[in-house]
């Protein structure tokens, strides 16, 4: 990764906006946005789960294979889901409920996606690296997330 963080962001938005521009498919949107992230930072694992019923069933990704059913309430995606904020875990390790759906995993971040104005389901990256998430990158996945929500 060439540059800063915030720079790299700043680089694959315009990039994003083509891609979502003329494409309504909100499965081919996720798709491409897993694609987009995953490759453009090297995360370990860049994901969606939705809302099914009263749990988080896997959608589109790009990493290892992932757990496929969350809870509401249940480790990180399932927290930011049940309280609909944006989650950033430096440690994963010392976040109370955890799911370890790869031990490899060391540093998360989970943002709400809402479609219509309602929850749809949210938005799941992990680093094998501790302190991998801030507020940057919130910033930048939820502004990248809206591009898709529409």
């Known amino acids: 990764m060439e540059g800063s963080k915030e720079q790299l962001y700043k680089k694959i938005i315009p990039q994003a906006e083509s891609l979502f521009a003329d494409e309504s498919n909100f499965i081919a949107n996720c798709s491409n946005l897993c694609a987009l992230l995953h490759n453009a930072f090297d995360f370990w694992w860049t994901g969606f789960y939705f ?24 480790g990180v995606c399932g927290t930011a889901w049940a309280n609909e904020e944006i989650i950033v875990v430096p440690d994963v390790h010392q976040f109370e409920g955890h799911i370890a759906c790869s031990a490899e995993s060391n540093s998360e971040i989970v943002v709400p996606v809402f479609k219509e104005g309602k929850i749809a389901g949210v938005f799941d990256v992990d680093s094998k690296d501790f302190n991998s998430f801030d507020q940057i990158d919130a910033h930048y996945l939820q502004k990248l997330l809206s591009l898709i929500s529409r």
């Open 51 to 74: 809302v099914d019923a009263e749990e988080l069933i896997l959608g589109p990704f790009q990493g290892p294979v992932a757990c496929t059913r969350i809870a509401k309430g249940k």
